[in-house]
């Protein structure tokens, strides 16, 4: 008996030290900073084409890193470098065709002119013509009232001139009927040659539309690393037939990296966006990080069906994210890290 209260007295004990190290680990823990355990996430970016093509050369090394502007991928473009100078070779023959068309409106407006200039001066002819027609049968009439003394002659010269002018006055005035009406046809020829000017013009700009499209589309052909960045994966392989939109080449920015981490909801009130926070990475323990709480999220995960005690909601967690420079590159997606927040906040 002696040995069993002997055995039971150290078991109660030791559960009594074990309970007291428990309380002890839960009142430290609750008069530590608030904060959590998260992971270490860079920015993704998947670099893709917009045409659908063959890999013909992985140009970057996979976990390398690379500058803006470096290429990746080179893609066989072969169908789209055809099109581009298709595409030119229209754009070469619309403008030829609009230049033609502006000389076409130019030629027609200095017929018009021409044939207006004519028609004024035709009937300037006239006006001239008519008066000295009218003049001559005047001096026609004149002699043939005259007595009988006056030569025969005199008067068929001036019947004969009357008649002449008369004859020249009609001929002017047929020239400049049709000095009117070459006008009026040029005239119409302006407006037919104008509209096929416009149409030309506007053939200039879809070819133009139509070449800049083959030119974007061919460009595609050289994937190009749009951000300093880490080349994180390379998914094809060289002859693989890619869609349009596919990734190509996938980069990881790691000169500002984020931090996800869990807060309950009794600390969710030391969370705010701007405030400070220190991150302890595992990878390097004695060096500490500072990072700003980037957000912090208005609905809580892991919620239970039914809320009732203080223990069901203090099992409300919060995510919180918090983003650090990372200048030399230490921190690495996928690190483990502590997230410690700051009292000040």
């Known amino acids: 008996m002696r040995r069993i209260a002997v055995v039971v007295t150290v078991v109660v004990l030791i559960l009594v030290s074990l309970l007291g190290v428990r309380l002890w680990v839960q009142a430290r823990a609750r008069n530590a900073p608030p904060g959590g355990s998260g992971e270490i996430e860079g920015t993704t970016v998947d670099v893709s084409a917009r045409i659908s093509a063959r890999v013909l050369k992985l140009v970057a090394v996979k976990g390398r890193p690379v500058k803006a502007g470096d290429v990746l991928v080179e893609l066989d473009c072969a169908d789209q470098g055809a099109a581009l100078a298709e595409a030119e070779a229209r754009l070469v023959a619309a403008r030829a065709q609009a230049t033609a068309a502006e000389a076409n409106v130019d030629a027609t407006r200095r017929s018009r002119e021409a044939a207006a200039a004519s028609e004024m001066a035709a009937r300037a002819q006239v006006q001239a013509l008519a008066a000295q027609r009218d003049a001559a049968r005047r001096e026609a009439t004149r002699l043939e009232s005259l007595p009988e003394d006056v030569s025969v002659s005199a008067r068929d010269r001036a019947r004969s001139g009357a008649d002449q002018l008369t004859a020249q006055t009609q001929a002017a005035e047929a020239q400049a009927r049709a000095s009117a009406e070459q006008s009026r046809a040029s005239a119409l020829a302006i407006q037919a040659s104008s509209a096929q000017a416009s149409s030309s013009v506007a053939s200039v700009k879809a070819s133009g539309q139509a070449a800049r499209r083959s030119q974007l589309l061919a460009e595609e052909c050289v994937l190009r690393a749009p951000r300093d960045a ?55 323990p004695d060096r500490k990080f500072e990072g700003t709480v980037a957000s912090v999220s208005s609905k809580a995960e892991f919620t239970p069906r039914n809320i009732q005690t203080r223990s069901d909601r203090d099992r409300l967690v919060y995510p919180v994210e918090v983003r650090l420079k990372n200048p030399d590159g230490l921190l690495r997606p996928g690190m483990p890290v502590q997230v410690t927040l700051s009292r000040e906040n």
């Open 230 to 284: 880490m080349l994180d994966d390379l998914p094809h392989e060289v002859g693989e037939l890619v869609g349009a939109g596919q990734p190509l080449a996938r980069l990881v920015d790691i000169s500002e990296v984020k931090a996800t981490f869990y807060l309950p909801n009794a600390e969710i009130g030391a969370a705010r966006p701007g405030g400070k926070a220190t991150v302890v990475a595992d990878a390097f």
